[in-house]
């Protein structure tokens, strides 16, 4: 019971309490569609956010004290979250490259879980964002392949993920081990990937090896060309830094990656 009549209802979600909800109402307020906060038992509702745009996807935090929640108020959907008692403003937590859409906050409220797309209806992946620690609000991908997924949950002792994916052509309910990392006998992170990315990425991994293979005699020529070239140039410089791949086999990376894997 919401008390008076409403407009459209949208997505909801129940405190874990189920003492109170969170109710996506369209056309209630000034904008598209804002969040409402009912007490369950009086069915009594007040207003949650204040527009304008929309606001969708509403999730507690287990201890019943925050809600987060994704709105366009910034052009594209990103993740606000607001005190669950109304007091405060709301404060912009993650802006992403995508949409971002049915959120879902771990067990411990140091995870943010949720789905995001550019728009089309087939193109949705799963990632995650820490609020936390060494890298907080930096995205890090769950499930991202060709296929179709989204609406992950986390178990409640926050160790798996049940998700939607249509992979095998149907959509059907997956669940994988969160966060999917570990650390190899040398002590660097790695990744568990889904099986669908995986095959994906076997299948595609050699595909411009021919292309390298063939380009590589006109390379290395260039190469020595390039090396024999009197005083400091962009071109010796760029040479030196390619025999020193060649000769070495040293892998290429980041100052990110090298503060991870120390």
Sequence with gaps: NLGEPVPRIGEMAASPDWKRLVVQIDGAGDGDGDLWM?????????????????VRSPSWTS???????????????????KAANGAGTETLVFAGRENTDSINVSPDGRVLLFEHRQGRANDGNIAYVPLGGA?????RPFVNTPAN????????????????????????????????????????????????????????????????????PKLRKRVEADLGLRGISRDKVLATAVRLLEITLIRVGNAQYAKANR
């Excluded at 201890?63 to 979250?81: A, E, H, L, P």
């Excluded at 989204?150 to 798996?160: A, Q």
């Design 63 to 81: 201890d019943g004290n925050t809600v987060f929640f994704s709105s366009n108020r910034g052009g594209q959907f990103d993740i606000y979250r």
């Design 135 to 139: 890298d907080p609000g930096q995205q």
């Design 149 to 216: 997924e989204g609406m992950p949950r986390l178990s409640p002792d926050g160790r798996w993920v049940a998700y939607v994916s249509n992979e095998s052509g149907r959509a059907h309910v997956y669940v994988a081990p969160f966060p999917g990392t570990g650390r190899d006998v040398k002590g660097r992170k790695q990744y568990r990937y889904h099986d669908g990315w995986s095959s994906h990425a076997s299948e595609t991994k050699f595909d411009k090896l021919s292309d390298f293979a063939r380009a590589l």
């Design 38 to 54: 009912v007490d369950v038992a009086k069915g009594i509702r007040s207003r949650f956010t204040f527009g304008p745009k929309s």
